[in-house]
């Protein structure tokens, strides 16, 4: 069974930063790219960065670009997402998916990041 | 980036009887579209991949179709787990990978 599990959410001021890590299981990890999505409070879905099976790519939306990194340790079936400079508006629930042939076929059940003084 | 748009907002439907929902996109997305399904407090469900195809263990009562723009979800004799927030999501031209909006689908 494919599970996939966020944490490292938190209350995080202004300004700060936070390190968010997935950890996959139930499947063969390094075959895979990983992806981050997020939803703000009562809003849609959004995607937030993406990384190749290898780690050797990566993409980010524009909201996040040079301000969040997305990484990965295939040894611990693990993918991090480490957001700086972080506003109010990057409140939400981040997901951790795995992608398959570019859609996004498994989720976890998402962490709190809040942005606020 | 492509527009993905989604309606109805809000979609009243009376249990056993048929929802459906629409999305559109703002340019071809062939057919690399996804629909998922998210209820109160969980996490976003795979439903339909490649505009039509079932992902595992989703009843045949859910039938995605469409290919270019125009994408239906259709749920054929709504069950009471069916009530929840639907998004569409294009992978054909990426980054960035764009959802609609959402449609909530609520009971009559």
């Known amino acids: 069974e494919v599970q996939v599990v966020e944490s490292g959410g938190g209350l995080v001021q202004p300004g700060g930063s936070l390190r968010l890590s997935c950890v996959a299981s139930?499947?063969?990890?390094?075959?895979?790219?990983m992806r981050w999505v997020r939803q703000a409070p009562g809003k849609g879905l959004e995607w937030v960065s993406s990384?190749?099976?290898?780690?050797?790519?990566?993409y980010y939306a524009d909201s996040v670009k040079g301000r969040f990194t997305i990484s990965r340790d295939n040894s611990k079936n693990t993918v991090y997402l480490q957001m700086n400079s972080l506003r109010a508006e990057d409140t939400a629930i981040y997901y951790c998916?795995?992608?398959?042939?570019?859609?996004?076929?498994?989720w976890g059940q998402g962490t709190l990041v809040t942005v606020s003084s | 980036e492509i527009e993905m748009t989604q309606s109805p907002a809000t979609l009243s439907v009376s249990p056993g009887d048929r929802a459906t929902l629409s999305c559109r996109a703002s340019?071809?997305?062939?057919?690399?579209l996804a629909w998922y399904q998210q209820k109160p407090g969980q996490a976003p469900r795979l439903l339909i991949y490649?505009?039509?195809t079932r992902a595992t263990g989703i009843p045949a009562r859910f039938t995605g179709s469409g290919s270019g723009t125009e994408f239906t979800l259709t749920i054929s004799s709504l069950q009471s787990e069916d009530f929840a927030v639907y998004y569409c999501?294009?992978?054909?031209?990426?980054?960035?990978?764009?959802f609609g909006q959402g449609t909530k689908l609520e009971i009559k």
């Open positions: 998916a795995k992608a398959h042939n570019l859609y996004f076929e498994d």
């Open positions: 139930g499947f063969t990890f390094n075959d895979y790219a």
């Open positions: 990384i190749v099976d290898s780690g050797s790519d990566t």
């Open positions: 340019q071809s997305v062939r057919s690399n």
């Open positions: 490649g505009a039509s």
């Open positions: 999501q294009q992978y054909n031209s990426w980054p960035p990978f764009t």
